[in-house]
């Protein structure tokens, strides 16, 4: 996105939030170069994905569940502004891939490998309350991983 003030392409985002009925996403973005704020609305193009619950139910995915459970995790930990939107964006971008249905512990799983290159100690908090497992084992190995971290 070039800068209105000096048309450079580099910026990075400072804030991002679903606007009121989740539709689109309100992103702050600040230029590398002259440090302009501004701000820009992004919207789903084509993609609608589905997410299929443990029973049975279809539901609309929801970014801001993803959000505010990432953000929840990473509550306390040395994450970056703009962390939880981009790593949502990546989410979504894997997620994609699967063109329409998605099962929510897939959704869980997405997020999860994700949070692990953020942050383990967020990953584990993601992976004990969100329970995206149903295998406790897999628990464990997160527990394990964050250890070997240290
Ligand atoms: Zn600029």
């Given at each position: 996105m070039r800068c209105p003030r000096c048309n450079g392409v580099d910026d990075k985002v400072i804030d991002s939030r679903s606007t009121e009925?989740?539709?689109?996403?309100?992103?702050?973005?600040?230029?590398?170069?002259?440090?302009?704020?501004?701000?820009?609305?992004?919207?789903?193009?084509?993609v609608v994905l589905s997410?299929?619950?443990?029973?049975?139910?279809?539901?609309?995915?929801?970014r801001s569940k993803v959000e505010a459970g990432v953000q929840a995790a990473c509550k306390g930990r040395p994450i970056e502004p703009g962390d939880v939107a981009s790593l949502a964006d990546r989410v979504e971008e894997r997620l994609a891939v699967s063109k329409g249905d998605v099962t929510?512990?897939?959704?869980?799983q997405v997020v999860l490998g994700e949070l692990r290159e953020l942050d383990r100690v967020a990953a584990v908090r993601f992976a004990s309350v969100y329970k995206s497992f149903d295998d406790p084992q897999d628990f464990e190995r997160e527990v394990k991983l964050l250890e070997t971290d240290q």
């Open positions: 009925d989740g539709a689109a996403i309100r992103r702050r973005r600040q230029c590398e170069s002259c440090s302009t704020r501004f701000t820009t609305i992004e919207r789903l193009e084509s997410v299929i619950k443990r029973d049975g139910r279809r539901v609309p995915y929801d929510a512990d897939e959704v869980g």
